[in-house]
């Protein structure tokens, strides 16, 4: 009995859950091995139905940490075992009653996300947590959401981030939310809490209003004078849309003009294909269509000029885009 009373005597009044004072510690371990106690371990019960044991030889590493997940209250029991005369026992050094309740600390997180962006481009992201009051903090984490169809995120306090699709007019904006996740102690109880803060953002996204030239008829097939085959042009249309409608309807817009000897020709529409990923990852430029155009020399009857015994039909390609016109001289040679 007396033993178990200096026990809890020394216990209560050294260690109140805070961290080790490992002289006094080890002079009540040298006190219960004089004693004749043996196999001594402190035991932390969280009240969480979680335990941290730990023997007198790891001591030296401190005190142990624990992490409360939820809101609630707690009653925090220090205990003592150890081995005498060949029995196990164990005693209380010390209870308390904790309560963990959600606070709002003094912190301000800081972030910077532009308000617009291209598709298929690196948009930067960048986020600080800036503390306010004094806190120990571990396992911080910056989380960048979008709200993609994937549901994608980077992280880090600075992420790089590619938007693949366009919105369209039905969604002309993605949601960019910054999550930073964290575990706090400011006690004297070794007790880590959770902490969230979020933040969140719109970025539109503009389309890359862009067109290019991607193929033509080099060669073309003659036959007793006249043409077999028509000339066709492919022009690559960086812009996504859905029906081949739409460039019927507007072949005004993006019509090429084929000139001969400054002569305009209107090539005429002949088909789209579209080329969409199915799933990520995806590359800088794999959103695109293809539009084909054909023209029908034998309706125009283009001058043929001679070049090195060879026979040539020189044409001005022009196309319309809304950001500049597109202009590619081609030389066309006669078979």
């Given at each position: ?243 081949e409608e739409f460039y019927t309807d507007s072949k005004l817009v993006y019509r090429p003009v084929v000139f001969q000897d400054g002569k305009p020709e209107y090539p005429e529409f002949v088909t789209l294909r579209s ?61």
């Open positions: 009995m007396k033993a178990r009373l200096l026990i809890i005597l020394l216990f209560s009044s050294i260690l109140a859950f805070a961290a080790y004072d490992m002289t006094q510690i080890q002079d009540l371990v040298d006190k219960m091995q004089q004693k004749g106690m043996t196999d001594i371990k402190l035991i932390y019960d969280w009240g969480d139905g979680s335990q941290a044991v730990l023997p007198i030889t790891k001591l030296s590493e401190g005190s142990p940490d624990h992490f409360y997940e939820k809101e609630g209250k707690y009653k925090i029991t220090l205990k003592i075992s150890y081995r005498l005369n060949g029995k196990a026992q164990e005693s209380v050094a010390e209870q308390r009653n904790f309560v963990f309740k959600s606070e709002k600390l003094d912190c301000n997180l800081q972030a910077v996300v532009p308000a617009e962006a291209d598709e298929n481009s690196p948009v930067s992201f960048s986020g600080k947590l800036i503390f306010k009051e004094q806190l120990s903090v571990k396992n911080l984490k910056y989380q960048w959401v979008t709200d993609e169809e994937y549901n994608q995120y980077e992280e880090g306090e600075n992420a790089t981030h590619n938007f693949p699709l366009p919105n369209g007019d039905t969604k002309p904006f993605y949601s960019v939310k910054l999550k930073v996740i964290f575990k706090y102690q400011k006690s004297d109880l070794n007790a880590w809490f959770p902490y969230e803060l979020t933040k969140e953002f719109k970025i539109r996204i503009r389309q890359k209003e862009k067109l290019s030239i991607s193929g033509y008829t080099e060669k073309i097939k003659m036959a007793a004078g006249k043409y077999t085959e028509p000339f066709f042009l492919v022009i690559r249309d960086h812009n996504i849309y859905n029906s080329n969409i990923p199915l799933a990520p990852p995806y590359l800088k430029d794999d959103f695109y269509t293809e539009i084909t155009y054909l023209l029908e020399f034998d309706k125009i009857q283009p001058s043929i000029q001679t070049e090195n015994g060879k026979r040539f039909v020189n044409l001005t390609i022009k196309v319309n885009d809304p950001q500049g016109q597109i202009v590619r001289d081609a030389k066309i040679e006669m078979e």
